[in-house]
Protein backbone atom coordinates (compact mmCIF):
# COMPACT_ATOMS: atom_id res chain seq x y z
CA UNK A 1 0.00 0.00 0.00
CA UNK A 2 1.33 3.21 -1.03
CA UNK A 3 1.52 6.24 0.87
CA UNK A 4 1.77 10.33 0.56
CA UNK A 5 2.72 12.71 2.20
CA UNK A 6 1.33 16.40 2.04
CA UNK A 7 3.30 18.89 4.08
CA UNK A 8 1.27 22.42 5.15
CA UNK A 9 3.53 25.35 7.16
CA UNK A 10 6.71 25.98 8.29
CA UNK A 11 10.17 24.57 7.89
CA UNK A 12 9.74 23.00 11.59
CA UNK A 13 6.46 21.11 10.27
CA UNK A 14 8.90 20.07 6.73
CA UNK A 15 11.40 18.74 9.47
CA UNK A 16 8.39 16.78 10.93
CA UNK A 17 7.11 15.22 7.71
CA UNK A 18 10.65 13.79 6.53
CA UNK A 19 11.04 12.40 10.15
CA UNK A 20 7.82 10.88 9.58
CA UNK A 21 8.75 9.54 6.34
CA UNK A 22 11.96 8.35 7.66
CA UNK A 23 10.33 5.96 9.91
CA UNK A 24 7.76 4.87 7.37
CA UNK A 25 10.37 3.83 5.02
CA UNK A 26 12.37 2.73 7.71
CA UNK A 27 9.50 0.22 8.51
CA UNK A 28 9.82 -1.23 4.56
CA UNK A 29 6.66 0.65 3.43
CA UNK A 30 6.49 3.04 -0.19
CA UNK A 31 6.03 6.37 0.27
CA UNK A 32 5.50 9.02 -2.16
CA UNK A 33 4.61 12.94 -2.66
CA UNK A 34 2.17 12.19 -5.35
CA UNK A 35 -1.17 11.79 -3.49
CA UNK A 36 -2.78 10.93 -6.54
CA UNK A 37 -0.19 7.48 -6.69
CA UNK A 38 -1.50 6.95 -2.85
CA UNK A 39 -3.90 4.43 -0.48
CA UNK A 40 -3.01 6.51 2.25
CA UNK A 41 -2.59 10.30 1.98
CA UNK A 42 -0.58 12.09 5.55
CA UNK A 43 -1.60 15.39 5.48
CA UNK A 44 0.77 17.31 8.22
CA UNK A 45 -1.12 20.26 9.26
CA UNK A 46 -0.62 24.21 10.06
CA UNK A 47 -2.49 25.56 12.93
CA UNK A 48 -0.40 28.96 13.33
CA UNK A 49 -3.18 31.34 12.07
CA UNK A 50 -6.87 31.14 10.85
CA UNK A 51 -5.57 30.94 7.41
CA UNK A 52 -3.12 28.43 7.41
CA UNK A 53 -5.61 26.08 9.25
CA UNK A 54 -8.20 26.40 6.37
CA UNK A 55 -5.97 25.43 3.84
CA UNK A 56 -5.08 22.84 5.95
CA UNK A 57 -8.86 21.97 6.12
CA UNK A 58 -9.27 22.11 2.27
CA UNK A 59 -6.57 19.54 1.20
CA UNK A 60 -8.32 17.23 4.00
CA UNK A 61 -11.09 17.99 2.51
CA UNK A 62 -10.65 17.87 -1.40
CA UNK A 63 -8.62 14.33 -0.56
CA UNK A 64 -11.52 13.26 1.19
CA UNK A 65 -14.00 13.64 -1.54
CA UNK A 66 -11.49 11.68 -3.70
CA UNK A 67 -11.58 8.82 -1.38
CA UNK A 68 -8.03 8.61 0.20
CA UNK A 69 -7.95 6.87 3.49
CA UNK A 70 -6.81 10.29 5.13
CA UNK A 71 -4.29 11.23 8.17
CA UNK A 72 -4.35 14.32 10.08
CA UNK A 73 -0.92 15.29 11.74
CA UNK A 74 0.39 17.91 13.91
CA UNK A 75 -1.20 21.13 14.69
CA UNK A 76 -4.66 20.85 13.83
CA UNK A 77 -5.60 17.71 15.50
CA UNK A 78 -3.51 19.02 18.46
CA UNK A 79 -5.86 22.22 18.77
CA UNK A 80 -8.70 20.55 17.54
CA UNK A 81 -9.01 16.92 18.04
CA UNK A 82 -13.11 16.31 19.26
CA UNK A 83 -13.59 19.26 16.82
CA UNK A 84 -12.08 18.39 13.23
CA UNK A 85 -13.30 14.75 13.63
CA UNK A 86 -16.68 16.11 14.39
CA UNK A 87 -16.04 18.33 11.25
CA UNK A 88 -14.48 15.68 9.17
CA UNK A 89 -16.00 12.43 10.58
CA UNK A 90 -14.47 10.25 6.86
CA UNK A 91 -10.94 11.08 8.71
CA UNK A 92 -9.03 8.09 8.93
CA UNK A 93 -6.83 9.10 11.80
CA UNK A 94 -4.91 11.83 13.96
CA UNK A 95 -1.81 12.32 15.17
CA UNK A 96 -0.80 15.20 17.78
CA UNK A 97 2.29 17.29 17.36
CA UNK A 98 4.80 15.47 19.67
CA UNK A 99 3.29 11.70 18.69
CA UNK A 100 4.92 11.63 15.06
CA UNK A 101 6.67 8.56 16.20
CA UNK A 102 3.34 6.69 16.12
CA UNK A 103 3.10 7.22 12.35
CA UNK A 104 4.22 3.42 11.83
CA UNK A 105 1.47 2.46 14.25
CA UNK A 106 -1.46 4.74 12.56
CA UNK A 107 -1.10 3.68 9.51
CA UNK A 108 -0.46 -0.01 9.80
CA UNK A 109 -3.99 0.08 11.40
CA UNK A 110 -5.30 2.20 8.80
CA UNK A 111 -4.09 -0.06 6.11
CA UNK A 112 -5.28 -3.11 7.91
CA UNK A 113 -9.01 -2.01 7.55
CA UNK A 114 -9.41 -3.66 4.55
CA UNK A 115 -12.25 -1.77 3.01
CA UNK A 116 -13.68 -0.75 6.58
CA UNK A 117 -13.56 2.62 8.10
CA UNK A 118 -10.96 1.98 10.65
CA UNK A 119 -10.52 5.49 12.57
CA UNK A 120 -6.75 5.54 14.84
CA UNK A 121 -6.29 8.34 17.08
CA UNK A 122 -3.01 9.26 18.89
CA UNK A 123 -3.82 12.57 19.80
CA UNK A 124 -1.45 13.52 23.81
CA UNK A 125 -3.57 14.96 26.10
CA UNK A 126 -0.52 17.41 26.84
CA UNK A 127 1.94 18.19 23.94
CA UNK A 128 5.73 17.19 24.90
CA UNK A 129 7.99 17.18 21.79
CA UNK A 130 11.34 15.39 22.17
CA UNK A 131 13.28 15.33 18.80
CA UNK A 132 12.95 11.31 17.51
CA UNK A 133 16.65 10.78 17.16
CA UNK A 134 18.49 8.05 15.48
CA UNK A 135 16.12 8.43 12.20
CA UNK A 136 17.22 9.35 9.10
CA UNK A 137 14.61 12.10 7.43
CA UNK A 138 13.67 11.32 3.83
CA UNK A 139 14.09 14.58 2.64
CA UNK A 140 11.57 16.04 0.76
CA UNK A 141 13.84 18.34 -1.29
CA UNK A 142 17.36 17.78 -1.46
CA UNK A 143 18.83 20.71 -2.75
CA UNK A 144 21.81 22.96 -1.64
CA UNK A 145 20.28 24.05 1.54
CA UNK A 146 18.41 21.84 4.44
CA UNK A 147 16.83 22.72 7.38
CA UNK A 148 18.10 21.53 11.08
CA UNK A 149 15.79 21.54 13.69
CA UNK A 150 17.72 21.88 16.95
CA UNK A 151 15.05 22.21 19.52
CA UNK A 152 11.48 22.28 19.61
CA UNK A 153 8.32 23.94 22.30
CA UNK A 154 8.46 26.94 23.57
CA UNK A 155 8.54 28.27 27.15
CA UNK A 156 7.24 32.23 26.00
CA UNK A 157 3.93 32.49 26.16
CA UNK A 158 3.25 35.32 23.51
CA UNK A 159 -0.12 36.85 23.83
CA UNK A 160 -1.07 36.04 20.15
CA UNK A 161 0.53 32.67 20.02
CA UNK A 162 -1.04 29.33 20.46
CA UNK A 163 2.56 27.30 19.66
CA UNK A 164 3.29 26.59 23.46
CA UNK A 165 0.21 24.86 23.75
CA UNK A 166 0.74 22.90 20.54
CA UNK A 167 4.38 22.18 21.33
CA UNK A 168 4.61 21.86 24.90
CA UNK A 169 8.13 23.19 26.73
CA UNK A 170 11.20 23.65 25.19
CA UNK A 171 13.61 20.92 24.44
CA UNK A 172 17.14 20.86 22.86
CA UNK A 173 18.93 18.03 21.01
CA UNK A 174 22.38 17.43 21.96
CA UNK A 175 25.04 19.46 20.19
CA UNK A 176 26.33 15.40 19.38
CA UNK A 177 23.16 14.73 17.47
CA UNK A 178 23.13 17.74 15.95
CA UNK A 179 26.53 18.01 14.86
CA UNK A 180 26.13 14.26 13.53
CA UNK A 181 23.15 15.24 11.43
CA UNK A 182 25.12 18.05 9.80
CA UNK A 183 27.61 15.58 8.51
CA UNK A 184 25.36 13.39 7.04
CA UNK A 185 23.62 15.98 5.19
CA UNK A 186 27.13 17.66 4.28
CA UNK A 187 28.12 14.06 3.13
CA UNK A 188 25.05 14.26 0.77
CA UNK A 189 25.69 16.85 -1.20
CA UNK A 190 24.17 19.76 1.00
CA UNK A 191 26.19 23.10 1.20
CA UNK A 192 24.00 24.80 3.47
CA UNK A 193 22.53 24.37 7.17
CA UNK A 194 19.69 26.35 8.33
CA UNK A 195 19.19 26.07 12.11
CA UNK A 196 15.68 26.16 13.01
CA UNK A 197 13.81 25.93 16.04
CA UNK A 198 10.33 27.66 17.75
CA UNK A 199 13.47 29.90 19.54
CA UNK A 200 16.93 29.44 18.21
CA UNK A 201 18.60 31.92 20.99
CA UNK A 202 17.08 29.90 23.62
CA UNK A 203 19.13 26.31 22.62
CA UNK A 204 20.61 24.46 25.11
CA UNK A 205 19.30 26.32 28.09
CA UNK A 206 17.03 23.03 29.75
CA UNK A 207 20.31 20.81 28.48
CA UNK A 208 23.32 22.72 29.53
CA UNK A 209 22.42 25.12 31.81
CA UNK A 210 22.58 28.30 29.96
CA UNK A 211 22.12 29.68 26.05
CA UNK A 212 24.55 27.35 23.95
CA UNK A 213 23.84 28.69 20.60
CA UNK A 214 27.39 30.44 20.27
CA UNK A 215 28.98 26.75 21.40
CA UNK A 216 27.31 24.77 18.85
CA UNK A 217 28.01 27.23 16.06
CA UNK A 218 31.68 26.57 16.80
CA UNK A 219 31.05 22.99 17.27
CA UNK A 220 29.51 23.46 13.20
CA UNK A 221 31.73 25.66 11.78
CA UNK A 222 34.44 23.13 12.41
CA UNK A 223 32.49 20.47 9.40
CA UNK A 224 34.90 19.68 6.60
CA UNK A 225 32.79 20.73 3.72
CA UNK A 226 30.02 22.60 4.70
CA UNK A 227 29.92 26.11 3.15
CA UNK A 228 27.30 28.59 5.00
CA UNK A 229 25.42 28.06 8.66
CA UNK A 230 22.49 29.93 8.99
CA UNK A 231 20.47 31.18 12.12
CA UNK A 232 16.49 31.91 11.79
CA UNK A 233 13.57 32.96 14.69
CA UNK A 234 16.23 34.32 17.48
CA UNK A 235 14.60 36.65 19.86
CA UNK A 236 15.41 39.66 20.72
CA UNK A 237 16.31 39.61 24.61
CA UNK A 238 18.23 36.79 24.19
CA UNK A 239 21.38 38.21 21.56
CA UNK A 240 23.92 38.13 24.22
CA UNK A 241 27.54 39.46 23.67
CA UNK A 242 29.18 35.82 23.31
CA UNK A 243 26.49 34.87 20.42
CA UNK A 244 27.14 37.97 18.33
CA UNK A 245 30.66 37.78 19.14
CA UNK A 246 30.57 34.09 17.50
CA UNK A 247 28.25 34.91 14.61
CA UNK A 248 30.84 38.01 13.65
CA UNK A 249 33.61 35.71 14.23
CA UNK A 250 32.91 32.18 12.47
CA UNK A 251 33.59 32.06 9.05
CA UNK A 252 30.82 29.70 7.71
CA UNK A 253 28.11 31.66 9.52
CA UNK A 254 26.56 33.48 7.29
CA UNK A 255 26.27 37.55 8.32
CA UNK A 256 22.82 37.27 8.36
CA UNK A 257 20.23 37.47 11.26
CA UNK A 258 16.00 36.97 11.89
CA UNK A 259 15.08 38.47 14.36
CA UNK A 260 11.26 38.71 14.68
CA UNK A 261 10.35 42.07 16.83
CA UNK A 262 7.03 42.13 16.30
CA UNK A 263 6.51 46.22 17.10
CA UNK A 264 8.29 48.74 18.63
CA UNK A 265 6.08 50.19 20.96
CA UNK A 266 6.53 49.56 24.63
CA UNK A 267 2.59 49.25 25.22
CA UNK A 268 1.36 47.62 22.66
CA UNK A 269 5.30 45.13 23.04
CA UNK A 270 3.79 44.54 26.77
CA UNK A 271 -0.03 43.51 25.40
CA UNK A 272 1.93 41.34 23.47
CA UNK A 273 3.88 39.38 26.33
CA UNK A 274 6.64 40.23 24.24
CA UNK A 275 10.78 41.81 25.95
CA UNK A 276 10.60 45.48 26.22
CA UNK A 277 13.09 47.78 25.32
CA UNK A 278 14.88 49.79 22.93
CA UNK A 279 15.10 47.62 19.76
CA UNK A 280 16.70 50.69 18.23
CA UNK A 281 20.18 50.37 20.13
CA UNK A 282 20.19 46.38 19.84
CA UNK A 283 19.90 47.05 15.80
CA UNK A 284 22.73 49.19 16.07
CA UNK A 285 25.04 47.29 18.02
CA UNK A 286 24.33 43.76 15.45
CA UNK A 287 25.41 46.44 13.00
CA UNK A 288 28.53 47.80 14.88
CA UNK A 289 29.29 44.24 15.90
CA UNK A 290 28.79 42.53 12.86
CA UNK A 291 30.09 43.79 9.84
CA UNK A 292 27.75 43.88 6.88
CA UNK A 293 25.01 42.15 8.67
CA UNK A 294 21.57 41.92 7.18
CA UNK A 295 18.92 41.86 9.41
CA UNK A 296 15.46 40.43 8.44
CA UNK A 297 12.54 40.98 11.52
CA UNK A 298 8.80 40.64 10.94
CA UNK A 299 5.75 43.07 12.97
CA UNK A 300 2.79 42.74 13.47
CA UNK A 301 -0.29 45.07 12.59
CA UNK A 302 -3.13 45.87 14.70
CA UNK A 303 -2.58 43.85 17.47
CA UNK A 304 -5.65 44.59 19.95
CA UNK A 305 -5.68 48.30 21.15
CA UNK A 306 -2.97 49.24 18.83
CA UNK A 307 -3.88 53.03 17.76
CA UNK A 308 -3.29 55.26 15.12
CA UNK A 309 -0.23 56.82 16.94
CA UNK A 310 1.10 53.83 17.43
CA UNK A 311 1.12 52.75 14.42
CA UNK A 312 2.86 55.53 13.05
CA UNK A 313 5.65 55.13 15.92
CA UNK A 314 6.27 51.83 14.28
CA UNK A 315 5.93 53.20 10.60
CA UNK A 316 8.75 55.62 11.48
CA UNK A 317 10.97 52.79 13.49
CA UNK A 318 10.85 51.23 10.66
CA UNK A 319 12.11 54.11 8.13
CA UNK A 320 14.99 54.70 10.66
CA UNK A 321 15.86 51.12 11.33
CA UNK A 322 15.79 49.85 7.07
CA UNK A 323 16.16 46.44 7.99
CA UNK A 324 17.26 44.40 5.24
CA UNK A 325 14.65 42.19 5.16
CA UNK A 326 11.24 42.51 6.49
CA UNK A 327 7.70 40.98 6.92
CA UNK A 328 4.58 42.56 7.63
CA UNK A 329 1.78 40.31 9.09
CA UNK A 330 -2.13 41.40 10.24
CA UNK A 331 -3.05 40.61 13.55
CA UNK A 332 -4.95 37.32 13.47
CA UNK A 333 -7.40 36.70 16.19
CA UNK A 334 -6.94 32.91 17.43
CA UNK A 335 -8.67 31.07 20.48
CA UNK A 336 -6.90 30.18 22.98
CA UNK A 337 -4.53 33.03 23.36
CA UNK A 338 -4.80 36.17 25.99
CA UNK A 339 -4.97 38.45 22.93
CA UNK A 340 -8.32 36.31 21.79
CA UNK A 341 -10.64 38.00 24.16
CA UNK A 342 -8.94 41.71 24.60
CA UNK A 343 -10.98 44.65 23.79
CA UNK A 344 -10.46 47.53 21.48
CA UNK A 345 -10.18 44.78 18.45
CA UNK A 346 -8.80 46.75 15.10
CA UNK A 347 -11.23 46.37 11.95
CA UNK A 348 -9.75 43.97 9.55
CA UNK A 349 -9.76 46.85 7.15
CA UNK A 350 -7.76 49.17 9.23
CA UNK A 351 -5.23 46.46 9.61
CA UNK A 352 -5.04 45.62 5.93
CA UNK A 353 -4.23 49.15 5.07
CA UNK A 354 -1.40 49.37 8.13
CA UNK A 355 0.04 46.51 6.58
CA UNK A 356 0.03 47.31 2.97
CA UNK A 357 1.63 50.94 3.96
CA UNK A 358 4.15 49.20 5.71
CA UNK A 359 5.35 47.15 3.02
CA UNK A 360 4.89 49.99 0.40
CA UNK A 361 7.54 51.54 2.78
CA UNK A 362 9.86 48.60 2.87
CA UNK A 363 9.61 47.57 -0.52
CA UNK A 364 11.25 51.29 -1.23
CA UNK A 365 14.25 50.57 1.31
CA UNK A 366 14.56 47.38 -0.35
CA UNK A 367 15.05 48.67 -3.49
CA UNK A 368 17.95 50.67 -2.25
CA UNK A 369 19.10 48.26 0.00
CA UNK A 370 19.58 46.16 -3.29
CA UNK A 371 21.31 49.02 -5.02
CA UNK A 372 23.82 49.29 -2.55
CA UNK A 373 24.69 45.88 -3.98
CA UNK A 374 25.51 47.05 -7.59
CA UNK A 375 29.33 47.03 -8.37
CA UNK A 376 30.00 44.72 -5.20
CA UNK A 377 30.78 40.98 -5.54
CA UNK A 378 28.94 38.74 -3.61
CA UNK A 379 29.44 35.37 -2.40
CA UNK A 380 26.25 33.33 -3.59
CA UNK A 381 25.02 29.62 -3.77
CA UNK A 382 23.47 28.32 -6.31
CA UNK A 383 20.56 27.03 -6.41
CA UNK A 384 19.32 25.61 -10.09
CA UNK A 385 19.97 26.48 -13.54
CA UNK A 386 16.61 27.18 -15.81
CA UNK A 387 16.34 25.84 -19.38
CA UNK A 388 17.63 28.94 -20.93
CA UNK A 389 21.00 29.08 -18.93
CA UNK A 390 20.02 31.44 -16.50
CA UNK A 391 21.84 30.23 -12.74
CA UNK A 392 19.21 30.79 -9.62
CA UNK A 393 21.26 32.02 -6.46
CA UNK A 394 20.74 33.13 -2.84
CA UNK A 395 23.59 35.62 -1.58
CA UNK A 396 24.43 34.93 2.10
CA UNK A 397 21.80 37.65 2.80
CA UNK A 398 19.15 35.54 1.77
CA UNK A 399 17.36 32.85 3.25
CA UNK A 400 15.80 30.35 1.57
CA UNK A 401 11.88 30.66 0.37
CA UNK A 402 11.47 33.63 2.25
CA UNK A 403 13.89 36.20 0.78
CA UNK A 404 15.21 37.80 -2.55
CA UNK A 405 17.31 35.41 -5.18
CA UNK A 406 20.31 36.64 -6.96
CA UNK A 407 19.99 35.41 -11.00
CA UNK A 408 23.34 35.36 -12.69
CA UNK A 409 24.82 34.37 -15.91
CA UNK A 410 28.29 32.58 -16.68
CA UNK A 411 30.05 30.95 -19.41
CA UNK A 412 31.64 28.14 -17.01
CA UNK A 413 29.80 25.06 -16.14
CA UNK A 414 28.05 25.53 -12.67
CA UNK A 415 27.26 23.23 -10.00
CA UNK A 416 24.22 23.46 -7.61
CA UNK A 417 25.02 23.59 -3.98
CA UNK A 418 28.51 25.45 -5.12
CA UNK A 419 29.17 28.72 -3.51
CA UNK A 420 30.57 31.48 -6.40
CA UNK A 421 31.11 34.83 -6.22
CA UNK A 422 28.86 37.02 -8.42
CA UNK A 423 29.52 40.88 -9.52
CA UNK A 424 26.37 42.44 -9.01
CA UNK A 425 24.66 44.39 -12.04
CA UNK A 426 21.93 45.18 -11.24
CA UNK A 427 19.05 45.48 -8.68
CA UNK A 428 15.33 45.44 -8.52
CA UNK A 429 12.94 45.35 -5.31
CA UNK A 430 13.82 42.05 -4.11
CA UNK A 431 16.27 40.06 -6.69
CA UNK A 432 19.83 41.06 -7.73
CA UNK A 433 21.49 40.35 -11.08
CA UNK A 434 25.09 39.75 -12.06
CA UNK A 435 27.55 37.57 -13.56
CA UNK A 436 29.64 34.63 -12.03
CA UNK A 437 33.28 36.18 -11.95
Same mark, same amino acid.
Given at each position: ?????????????????????????????????? #??????? !?????????? &????????????????????????? $??????????????? &??? +?? /???????????? =???? %??????????????????? $??????????? %?????? =?????????????? +????????????????????? @???????????????????????????? @?? &????????? +??????????? &??? @???????? #????????? !???? *??????????????????????????????????????????? !??? $??? /????? #???? =??????????????????????????????????? =?????????????????????????? +?? $???????????????????????? *??????????????????? !????????????????
Amino acid at each position: MKIALLNHGCAKNLVDSELMLGLLAQRGHEVTLD #ERDADIV !VVNTCSFIHD &AEKESVQTILQLVQEGKKVIATGCL $PQKYKEELKKAIPEL &AGM +IG /TSDIADIVDVVD =KVAA %GNGKREYVSKVSERPDYIY $PENIERQQITI %GSSSYI =KIADGCNYHCGYCI +IPQLRGEYHSRTIENIVEEAK @SLVAKGVTEIVLIAQDTTSYGIDLYGKN @SL &AKLLEELNN +IDGLGWIRIMY &AYP @SQMNDELI #EAIARLDKV !VKYI *DLPLQHCNSEILKAMRRPVFDYSKLIQKLRDKIPGVAIRTAFI !VGY $PGE /TDEQF #EELY =KFVKAMRFEKMGVFEYSREKNTASYSMEDQVPAKI =KKQRRKRLMELQKRISREVNEGYVGK +IL $PCIIEGITDDGVIIMRSEHDAPEI *DGLVYAKSDKAVVPGDIEN !VLIESADDYDLFGIIK
